[in-house]
Each structure stands twice: as C-alpha cells, then as structure tokens.
C-alpha cells in the first residue's frame, strides 16, 4: 500500500522559504510521476506543482520561478522548495501521485490516487 507523509511546513515571514518534504513508502516512486498540491481555507484544491518519472517539471504560473521540485529516488522522498514566499501562499500542502504516468494529468488532482495527510504553511505580511 502506497504512503506519502509530508513534513516541513510551519509559519514564516513573507519572503521567507521553506522546504517540504514527502516521503514515499509501499512501492518505488522512481517510475511514476509526483505532485504537490494546496488547498486553502474555503478554497478548492490547486495545483503547485510536477515531477516527471523523467525528470521533467511542470508549475503553475503562481509558483514559477519561486518554488522548484525535486525527488530523491535513493530516500523514496520528493520536495518542494518555496522561496520567496507571500502570504497568498498560506495553505495546507499535499502531495500526491498516481498508479499510472499520463503526464498529461499532472495538474488534474482528481487522477491522482494516493495523497498524503497535508502539512499546513503559513506566510504572514
């Protein structure tokens, strides 16, 4: 059975950074895609970003340039490191991935099967 727990969110100043972290366990994520996603209060769930099985990456136009993901495949974990962060960021933080590679769905939350429990970040102004 596939688990993800995320670590690493807390409250920071903005422009302030923090790096998540999301460990994978029940199989090798090394061949499927990953995601993280967020969600804030009253809000539906957004994509943040991708990482390819290969390699590549995908962002929204909300976090690009500002965070980058990235995986280690030896330690079954993927980040998500957010830099110059702002308040609008505030949100709880998922990953998330999915038991097939259509890359095609990388910002789709909904084709995604196995998410973790989230990990809230806080930005204040």
């Known amino acids: 059975q596939v688990q993800l727990v995320e670590s690493g969110g807390g409250l920071v100043q903005a422009g302030g950074s923090l790096r998540l972290s999301c460990a994978a366990s029940?199989?090798?994520?090394?061949?499927?895609?990953m995601g993280w996603f967020r969600q804030a209060p009253g809000k539906d769930r957004e994509f943040v970003a991708a990482?390819?099985?290969?390699?590549?990456?995908r962002y929204s136009d909300s976090v690009k340039g500002r965070f980058a993901i990235s995986r280690d495949n030896a330690k079954n974990t993927v980040y998500l490191q957010m830099n110059s962060l702002k308040p609008e960021d505030k949100a709880v933080y998922y990953c998330?991935?999915?038991?097939?590679?259509?890359?095609?769905?990388?910002?789709?939350?909904?084709?995604?099967?196995?998410w973790g429990q989230g990990t809230q970040v806080t930005v204040s102004s």
């Open positions: 998330a991935t999915r038991r097939d590679n259509l890359w095609i769905y990388y910002s789709d939350y909904a084709k995604y099967d196995y």
């Open positions: 029940g199989r090798s994520f090394s061949s499927y895609d």
């Open positions: 990482l390819r099985w290969n390699g590549n990456t």
